[in-house]
C-alpha cells in the first residue's frame, strides 16, 4: 500500500484563523479523499479532492469552509477556514490502492480549536 | 445515499472467546464492504474486506460474511487476543457510480478481558 503522510500531526488553532493540512503520497494515486472523524464519532466523508477541477463536497460540506487543493497526482491540501470549536476533529486524507478499490489512511492531524 | 448501521456500539468478551460485530446497509447497489480498526491514537487500518460477489472471507482469526438478501455483513473475531481490543468500523461502498468514498458505520468500542 501507498505511504500517505500527513502535516501537521496536531496543531492547536484559535477561533477564527485557518489551517491548512497537507497530504503527501509516496506514488501517484487517481483518488483522494478527505474525512473528518470527531471526538469518539466516525468518519465522515468532507470531500473528493480531484486532480485539476474542483473538489467534489459531500452533504453538509462546502468549499468556502473546507477549500481543497490538488495540484497533482501525489500531494493534496484541505484548509479549515475561520476555525470555531466545534472543527476540533481529527482530519484524514485517504487514497484509493493503485489498481483496486481498497481506501488507505493518512496519519492524520489531531485539530483543537480553542 | 448510503446509510450504514452498526451493532454493538461496545462488545466487551472474554480473552480466547469469539466476538461478531454486525453491519447492516442501505443501498443495494452497493457490491464493496470493508472493515477498519482502529487503536487510540492510531489511522484506521483495512484488515479485511469482501465484495458482493462473495459470501464469506477469511483471514487467520478474522473473517466477514455477507448477506446480499438481507443487506447485512458482520465481522467475527476467533480466539480473541489482548490487542484485538480496539475500536473497528464497517463501511459499505456504492463503486455502480464511480469511485466515491466510504460510508462507515459508528464503530465498536471492543474490549477483550483479560
Known amino acids: 500500500s501507498a505511504v500517505i503522510s500527513q502535516k501537521p500531526s496536531r496543531d492547536i488553532c484559535q477561533r477564527g484563523t485557518s489551517l491548512t493540512i497537507q497530504c503527501q503520497v509516496d506514488s501517484q494515486v487517481t483518488m483522494m479523499f478527505w474525512y473528518r472523524q470527531q471526538p469518539g464519532q466516525s468518519l465522515t466523508l468532507i470531500a473528493t479532492a480531484n486532480q485539476g477541477s474542483e473538489a467534489t463536497y459531500e452533504s453538509g460540506f462546502v468549499i468556502d469552509k473546507f477549500p481543497i487543493s490538488r495540484p497533482n497526482l501525489t500531494f493534496s491540501t484541505l484548509t479549515v477556514s475561520n476555525m470555531s470549536p466545534e472543527d476540533s476533529s481529527i482530519y484524514l486524507c485517504?487514497?484509493?490502492?493503485?489498481?483496486?478499490?481498497?481506501?488507505?489512511f493518512g496519519s492524520g492531524t489531531q485539530l483543537s480549536v480553542l | 445515499g448510503e446509510n450504514v448501521e452498526q451493532h454493538p456500539s461496545t462488545l466487551s468478551v472474554q480473552e480466547g472467546d469469539s466476538a461478531v460485530i454486525k453491519c447492516t446497509y442501505s443501498?443495494?447497489?452497493?457490491?464493496?464492504f470493508p472493515w477498519y480498526k482502529q487503536e487510540l491514537g492510531k489511522r484506521p487500518q483495512l484488515i479485511i474486506d469482501?465484495?458482493?460477489?462473495?459470501g464469506e472471507k477469511k483471514d487467520q482469526r478474522i473473517a466477514v460474511t455477507l448477506n446480499k438478501t438481507a443487506k447485512h455483513f458482520s465481522l467475527h473475531i476467533t480466539e480473541t487476543q489482548p490487542e484485538d481490543s480496539a475500536v473497528y468500523f464497517c463501511a459499505a461502498r456504492d463503486s455502480g457510480g464511480g469511485a466515491d468514498g466510504l460510508t462507515f458505520g459508528k464503530g465498536t468500542h471492543l474490549i477483550i478481558q483479560p
Open positions: 485517504s487514497v484509493e490502492g493503485q489498481g483496486n478499490e481498497k481506501l488507505f
Open positions: 443501498d443495494s447497489a452497493s457490491n464493496y
Open positions: 469482501i465484495r458482493s460477489n462473495v
